[in-house]
């Protein structure tokens, strides 16, 4: 029997940038119809991630449930076993030169205009290496100088040993897949 | 040595089955239950019943059913949307609060709370919501609700830059606000 559960190497797969586009188009009638399709994804979503959920992996059903929903990205870093690198907010793409067997960070934050701002920081230990991909044709342009987390999925591969992958849709039209094996989710108020 | 190598592949095996029976067994029966009841346990109100209906659209197909006569429609009665103050409560619940006008949802919009526009029109809802957040804060995006907020989240425009807070939700055939 195959211990394969999904396909790592896809884009997302229920909350995609092309639905995301629909749902904002001027046309009612368009924008009302992906919104449908978007509920019907969420309810396959949610199948999806129970299976997730009734596992061992504490850190992994907290990111499940935890919302970082219009977090503005401030940073990414790689880190492999004899070289670190770090990568700033203006400079995100270098971080696609990622290889396996190395742990990776986003840091995030939200809220910096108020009295409760606060920091979050994903660290994932990478099983293959991150991909990035390109915003797709007619993607809203968001502007560049400020990226924020729009939608993102958790997926099973393998049940054991467990290989995960988050697929994250960014306010760029990016998407990022970060195929890992355990993580580590840090979270804590700016006074 | 060759004891514990035969046990280690009957759990193997038992772990196999599991995997195997939560990927391809499981999925239609919780499916049938997140239809009606979310993981959290509660009723969706969300579905509302109309997601299952949409769900089974072709399930009638290979039965023959004796024709029914649609049942009649009553007259539209165009009804405005209406704009109210609004608070965020636990698991993605939008509370409609006090009746507001335009100018003063716009006033509330700049000043970064939320508001809600409610009415039986999802698109004049819409266009509604987005001009006041337009005119509020400048060039906007729509998001549909999303999973992490809650069962009950909303569709919502909010500013491009995320910033002031807050955002205009509409109400939606689907969804709507906690009265």
């Given at each position: 029997?195959?211990?394969?559960?999904?396909?790592?190497?896809?884009?997302?797969?229920?909350?995609?940038?092309?639905?995301?586009?629909?749902?904002?188009?001027?046309?009612?009638?368009?924008?009302?119809?992906?919104?449908?399709?978007?509920?019907?994804?969420?309810?396959?979503?949610?199948?999806?991630?129970?299976?997730?959920?009734?596992?061992?992996?504490?850190?992994?059903?907290?990111?499940?449930?935890?919302?970082?929903?219009?977090?503005?990205?401030?940073?990414?870093?790689?880190?492999?076993?004899?070289?670190?690198?770090?990568?700033?907010?203006?400079?995100?793409?270098?971080?696609?030169?990622?290889?396996?067997?190395?742990?990776?960070?986003?840091?995030?934050?939200?809220?910096?205009?108020?009295?409760?701002?606060?920091?979050?920081?994903?660290?994932?230990?990478?099983?293959?290496?991150?991909?990035?991909?390109?915003?797709?044709?007619?993607?809203?342009?968001?502007?560049?100088?400020?990226?924020?987390?729009?939608?993102?999925?958790l997926?099973?591969?393998?049940?054991?040993?467990?290989?995960?992958?988050?697929?994250?849709?960014?306010?760029?039209?990016?998407?990022?897949?970060?195929?890992?094996?355990?993580l580590?989710?840090?979270?804590?108020?700016?006074? | 040595?060759?004891?514990?190598?035969?046990?280690?592949?009957?759990?193997?095996?038992?772990?196999?089955?599991?995997?195997?029976?939560w990927?391809?067994?499981?999925?239609?029966?919780?499916?049938?239950?997140?239809?009606?009841?979310?993981?959290?346990?509660?009723?969706?109100?969300?579905l509302?019943?109309?997601?299952?209906?949409?769900?089974?659209?072709?399930?009638?197909?290979?039965?023959?059913?004796?024709?029914?006569?649609?049942?009649?429609?009553?007259?539209?009665?165009a009804?405005?949307?209406?704009?109210?103050?609004?608070?965020?409560?636990p698991?993605?619940?939008?509370?409609?609060?006090?009746?507001?006008?335009?100018?003063?949802?716009t006033?509330?919009?700049?000043?970064g709370?939320d508001?809600?526009?409610?009415?039986?029109?999802?698109?004049?809802?819409?266009s509604?919501?987005?001009?006041?957040?337009?005119?509020?804060?400048?060039?906007?995006?729509?998001?549909?609700?999303?999973?992490?907020?809650?069962?009950?989240?909303?569709?919502?425009?909010?500013?491009?830059?995320?910033?002031?807070?807050?955002?205009?939700?509409?109400e939606?055939?689907?969804?709507?606000?906690?009265?």
């Amino acid at each position: 029997m195959n211990n394969v559960i999904s396909q790592p190497q896809t884009g997302m797969r229920f909350f995609t940038p092309e639905l995301y586009s629909r749902i904002n188009s001027e046309d009612d009638l368009i924008s009302s119809a992906a919104r449908l399709e978007w509920e019907r994804n969420e309810v396959a979503y949610k199948i999806e991630l129970d299976k997730i959920l009734i596992l061992p992996d504490k850190s992994v059903v907290a990111l499940a449930s935890f919302c970082l929903h219009d977090c503005r990205v401030l940073g990414s870093s790689y880190q492999a076993r004899h070289e670190a690198k770090y990568t700033t907010e203006g400079d995100i793409a270098d971080s696609r030169r990622t290889t396996s067997r190395g742990m990776y960070a986003l840091e995030f934050g939200r809220g910096f205009h108020s009295n409760r701002g606060y920091l979050s920081s994903l660290i994932y230990r990478l099983w293959a290496p991150v991909t990035v991909l390109e915003p797709q044709e007619g993607w809203l342009d968001e502007g560049p100088s400020q990226v924020f987390w729009l939608y993102d999925e958790l997926d099973l591969i393998w049940l054991t040993p467990r290989h995960y992958i988050h697929r994250i849709l960014f306010s760029d039209g990016t998407v990022r897949l970060i195929p890992f094996r355990s993580l580590l989710m840090t979270d804590g108020h700016v006074l | 040595m060759d004891s514990k190598r035969r046990y280690a592949n009957y759990i193997w095996g038992a772990v196999r089955w599991i995997d195997l029976a939560w990927a391809h067994l499981l999925p239609p029966v919780r499916l049938i239950i997140l239809s009606g009841v979310n993981r959290w346990g509660e009723i969706a109100p969300c579905l509302d019943g109309r997601l299952e209906a949409t769900m089974g659209e072709g399930k009638g197909d290979s039965e023959a059913s004796p024709p029914v006569a649609p049942p009649p429609v009553p007259p539209v009665v165009a009804s405005p949307p209406v704009v109210h103050l609004a608070t965020l409560g636990p698991n993605g619940w939008v509370h409609r609060g006090e009746m507001l006008t335009i100018a003063q949802a716009t006033d509330i919009r700049r000043s970064g709370q939320d508001i809600v526009v409610c009415g039986p029109n999802e698109a004049a809802n819409r266009s509604m919501a987005r001009a006041i957040e337009t005119t509020a804060n400048g060039t906007v995006v729509e998001d549909p609700p999303h999973i992490n907020a809650g069962t009950h989240a909303m569709a919502h425009f909010h500013p491009r830059r995320r910033t002031p807070a807050g955002h205009s939700f509409f109400e939606t055939t689907r969804r709507g606000p906690f009265s």
